[in-house]
């Protein structure tokens, strides 16, 4: 069974940086999408951003110019890199990776938190 291993969450200021990590054990070659979502209080789970096995990425509006999807594929590993951050980022952030024949799986979520 695929688990995918989430961390790099935290409390940090508006205008601070992160960066979230997902690992997960199968290939990345045997991938066809990885993606980050968030879940604020109150709010549905929306895309963040995305990346597919081609390297074409799309990010939400939201994320567009602070946040970057980034693999990397010796260690299987997908990242957020999250810039100038703002309060309304806080949410819970999970991964998501779309495996070629056994489908998609979720991380655990890794909370973060930005303060004003």
């Known amino acids: 069974q695929e688990q995918l291993v989430e961390s790099g969450g935290g409390l940090v200021q508006a205008g601070g940086s992160l960066r979230l990590s997902c690992a997960f054990s199968r290939s990345i070659l045997s991938i066809n999408v990885m993606a980050w979502y968030r879940q604020a209080p109150g709010k549905q789970r929306e895309l963040v951003a995305l990346?597919?096995?081609?390297?074409?990425?799309h990010y939400a509006d939201s994320a567009k110019g602070r946040f970057t999807i980034l693999r990397d594929n010796a260690k299987n590993t997908v990242y957020l890199q999250m810039n100038s951050l703002k309060p309304e980022d806080t949410a819970v952030y999970y991964c998501?990776?779309?495996?070629?024949?056994?489908?998609?799986?979720w991380g655990q979520g890794t909370q973060v938190t930005i303060s004003s």
């Open positions: 998501n990776v779309q495996f070629a024949g056994i489908g998609g799986r």
């Open positions: 990346i597919s096995s081609g390297g074409s990425t």
